[in-house]
């Protein structure tokens, strides 16, 4: 995989010292020897090779980018690398095991909320953060937590849904 | 996209982080949220030689009330927190109801109201917010703190009154002598588009009469708009319907709009006495009801 990570492995900084960082990434510590410059999204995607996280628009608008940090969502295309130091990072590759899906994801392919998909990753990590802090959100609850992610397919409704059909099921789940 | 090189500190204290400001000389910049920094960083329009990160610092993501009901914001604590704070919602309507407006919900889990201050962008919405509360910033140099009046700390788009070896550590909004009222109303296209316009209201109230006012209209000249004259309108009497339209004209007046690609210079200004109105016209009520 190439890209900035790459170029400034070969390219040494000169008088930028390149800096090692050291992070948990959807639970498993992750060290890298990296540039200040380089973008969270770009560690992940192209450091890690979690291609999961999208960059969509690069200018802090779309939300495609999201991942939780320290529990909270972000947009990782607007923080640097370096800042991830010694901090939990979650992915959408970290909501569920490989040959499982989290309610979430289960509640995006029941409910038809995806079209082109590019979106889905950062919707459904912002679902995730307002999930955990909010088990039992309404519709409008449900739209303000995601009106930070945007959908260029206009797939809105069916993305709510979607997240409302994973607050239900996980719901039955801690029930039962 | 990703930025250009440039150095980055991540100081452990206040002192260290000034020393490294120092150093750099008016090179350096600070990084507290970077949610507006880091896409500045990204499109070039800012190159610095050494960024300065201030997150590591302790002790500096409160908000809080004093005993005498001055409230201080410290310059780690984000716009999430200042959304979901109990303190605003009781006791300070005008911050209370701009945090749920500002950017998006991902970016208010990171940026600051500090933060927003400093950047000092004609759209940002807590410069209005603060300049109406008649607040100020609180700036640690090497000889120590200095308070600096919101309504003085912006003097132009993008710039303040920081010393390149400064860091804004507090802003502070001074404690109310009367019964705070107020609001913050925003016009934007969707959720997380810069401001049409916005319109910040606060008033300082005994009984029904108006002891104190700021207005202050976001997005709507080259700077934050301190609207001084329609605020002073307000002052020493009980609101109506008749110093309510005044006020709001005198706001409209104050604007300087200026026509883009979010509306006519014109529909800017209609914006500004609508929220002036609706603003006032609602405290109206709700004194009335509290009569």
């Given at each position: 995989m190439s890209g900035l990570y790459e170029e400034i492995r070969e390219q040494p900084a000169g008088d930028v010292p390149i800096r090692r960082v050291s992070l948990t990434v959807n639970g498993e510590k992750r060290t890298a020897d990296i540039e200040p410059r380089l973008l969270l999204a770009h560690l992940l995607r192209q450091a890690f090779g979690l291609t999961g996280t999208h960059t969509g628009c690069d200018t802090t608008n779309c939300g495609a980018c999201t991942v939780l940090y320290d529990g909270r969502p972000i947009k990782s295309c607007t923080m640097?690398?370096?800042?991830?130091?010694?901090?939990?990072?979650?992915?959408?590759?970290?909501?569920?095991?490989?040959?499982?899906?989290?309610?979430?994801?289960?509640?995006?392919?029941?409910?038809?909320?995806?079209?082109?998909g590019f979106c889905t990753p950062g919707m459904m990590m912002s679902a995730k953060a307002l999930l955990d802090e909010n088990p039992d959100p309404t519709e409008d609850?449900?739209?303000?937590?995601?009106?930070?992610?945007?959908?260029?397919?206009?797939?809105?409704?069916?993305?709510?849904?979607?997240?409302?059909?994973?607050?239900?099921?996980?719901?039955?789940?801690?029930?039962? | 996209?990703?930025?250009?090189?440039?150095?980055?500190?991540?100081?452990?204290?206040?002192?260290?982080?000034?020393?490294?400001?120092?150093?750099?000389?008016?090179?350096?910049?600070?990084?507290?949220?970077?949610?507006?920094?880091?896409?500045?960083?990204?499109?070039?329009?800012?190159?610095?030689?050494?960024?300065?990160?201030?997150?590591?610092?302790?002790?500096?993501?409160?908000?809080?009330?004093?005993?005498?009901?001055?409230?201080?914001?410290?310059?780690?604590?984000?716009?999430?927190?200042?959304?979901?704070?109990?303190?605003?919602?009781?006791?300070?309507?005008?911050?209370?109801?701009?945090?749920?407006?500002?950017?998006?919900?991902?970016?208010?889990?990171r940026g600051t109201l500090v933060g927003s201050l400093c950047h000092a962008d004609p759209q940002g919405d807590w410069a209005s917010v603060v300049t109406a509360l008649g607040g100020y910033v609180v700036a640690q140099g090497a000889n120590g703190r200095r308070n600096i009046p919101m309504a003085d700390f912006i003097t132009g788009p993008f710039e303040?009154?920081?010393?390149?070896?400064?860091?804004?550590?507090?802003?502070?909004?001074?404690a109310p002598k009367g019964t705070p009222a107020g609001g913050y109303l925003k016009l934007e296209r969707r959720v997380g588009d810069f401001a049409t316009a916005g319109t910040?209201?606060?008033?300082?109230?005994?009984?029904?009469?108006?002891?104190?006012?700021?207005?202050?209209?976001?997005?709507?000249?080259?700077?934050?708009?301190?609207?001084?004259?329609?605020?002073?309108?307000?002052?020493g009497g009980p609101l109506s319907a008749d110093t309510i339209n005044n006020a709001a004209d005198l706001a409209a007046r104050a604007a300087q709009p200026r026509t883009d690609h979010r509306g006519s210079a014109e529909y800017k200004r209609h914006i500004v006495r609508t929220f002036v109105a609706r603003i006032l016209s609602r405290i109206d009520q709700s004194t009335e009801r509290a009569a």
């Open positions: 640097l690398a370096v800042q991830a130091d010694g901090h939990e990072v979650t992915t959408v590759e970290g909501l569920a095991g490989p040959s499982e899906l989290h309610p979430i994801q289960e509640g995006f392919k029941d409910e038809h909320g995806l079209q082109c609850e449900v739209r303000w937590a995601l009106s930070g992610n945007l959908c260029r397919c206009t797939g809105y409704q069916n993305i709510v849904k979607s997240v409302l059909w994973a607050a239900k099921k996980m719901q039955g789940q801690s029930a039962g | 996209m990703y930025p250009s090189r440039f150095r980055y500190e991540a100081p452990r204290s206040i002192d260290e982080a000034i020393a490294l400001l120092q150093q750099g000389g008016g090179e350096a910049k600070v990084l507290a949220g970077g949610q507006s920094l880091v896409p500045l960083l990204k499109l070039r329009f800012a190159a610095p030689e050494l960024l300065v990160d201030i997150n590591g610092l302790p002790g500096l993501d409160y908000h809080r009330a004093d005993a005498d009901g001055t409230i201080r914001i410290g310059a780690l604590c984000r716009h999430a927190d200042l959304e979901r704070s109990a303190l605003l919602k009781s006791r300070q309507p005008t911050m209370a109801a701009a945090a749920p407006l500002v950017a998006d919900p991902i970016v208010r889990n303040n009154l920081l010393g390149y070896d400064e860091v804004a550590v507090e802003a502070v909004i001074p910040a209201i606060a008033l300082e109230m005994s009984g029904r009469t108006v002891t104190r006012a700021g207005i202050a209209l976001t997005g709507v000249g080259g700077a934050t708009i301190n609207a001084t004259d329609a605020a002073q309108s307000l002052v």
